[in-house]
């Protein structure tokens, strides 16, 4: 059976000081679950796994019990070269997803491809019950649509994103100091009217501050929106 060799494969490539690492770096799950395997073994046995006529028995098997099959099962679904059935596969896997790190990671390449159809489902996203859903549509945002695509309602979507999650108030505060790289004009009234909660317009501030993309003088002028 295809999952009992996955994880055969995973269990020989543990390293048990790199599991200990992993799990101070993502605190939100059972440190039971980390095994200790390297991301850059991961992504080459995903490659392979990809090509395998029976990896559906894998991705349908949810939920996992380790975080690298998690990972795995992300840079699988990046293989994906079909946008519909990659699509299909995102959608049976994001509501499984416990960790900013899998979350983060998880990148199909066919979306850049697809982006008018994926603002479709990013709209979505942005409103499901699950962190790390929406962590992911915001995301999304923020690697496709700060560019040659930008567009001033995309901050109004991210910044209407009202939650308490942390992995959540990051990613936005993650978001708006890319976009204040990017779009700096556009971007900056969201701190100049604090229309973001309070913790996430000083965590804006200080990404922002920490840029390299973003100038001496735009920062001293930040500095200045730090304080009520």
């Known amino acids: 059976m295809l999952t009992t060799d996955i994880n055969a494969q995973l269990?020989?490539?543990?390293?048990?000081k790199y599991a200990e690492f992993q799990r101070k770096l993502i605190p939100t799950i059972s440190s039971e679950?980390?095994?200790?395997?390297?991301?850059?073994?991961?992504?080459?046995?995903?490659?392979?796994?990809?090509?395998?006529?029976?990896?559906?028995?894998?991705?349908?098997?949810?939920?996992?019990?380790?975080?690298?099959?998690?990972?795995?099962?992300?840079f699988i679904i990046a293989e994906i070269k079909d946008y519909k059935r990659c699509m299909a596969e995102l959608?049976?896997?994001?509501?499984?997803?416990?960790?900013?790190?899998?979350?983060?990671?998880?990148?199909?390449?066919?979306?850049?491809k697809h982006t008018t159809e994926l603002l479709t489902k990013i709209q979505r996203w942005l409103k499901s019950a699950h962190p790390y859903t929406v962590r992911f549509?915001?995301?999304?945002?923020?690697?496709?649509?700060?560019?040659?695509l930008f567009e001033p309602r995309y901050l109004e979507w991210v910044a209407s994103v009202k939650r308490d999650e942390f992995y959540i108030q990051m990613m936005v505060a993650w978001y708006?100091?890319?976009?204040?790289?990017?779009q700096y004009q556009s971007t900056l009234p969201y701190l100049e009217k604090r229309l973001l909660d309070e913790?996430?317009?000083?965590?804006?501030?200080?990404?922002?501050?920490?840029?390299?993309?973003?100038?001496?003088?735009q920062k001293d002028y930040l500095r200045t929106l730090r304080k009520r």
């Open 176 to 182: 708006f100091a890319t976009a204040l790289a990017k």
């Open 137 to 148: 549509a915001i995301g999304m945002l923020m690697r496709y649509y700060l560019d040659h």
């Open 33 to 74: 679950t980390v095994i200790g395997v390297r991301t850059p073994f991961l992504r080459s046995y995903a490659k392979q796994l990809a090509k395998e006529e029976n990896i559906d028995g894998f991705l349908h098997a949810l939920p996992h019990s380790s975080f690298e099959e998690n990972q795995l099962h992300a």
């Open 11 to 16: 269990l020989a490539q543990k390293d048990e």
């Open 91 to 112: 959608e049976r896997f994001l509501p499984f997803i416990d960790n900013w790190a899998t979350c983060d990671q998880l990148s199909p390449s066919i979306l850049k």
């Open 199 to 217: 913790w996430t317009h000083r965590k804006t501030i200080q990404k922002a501050i920490e840029s390299f993309r973003i100038t001496d003088e």
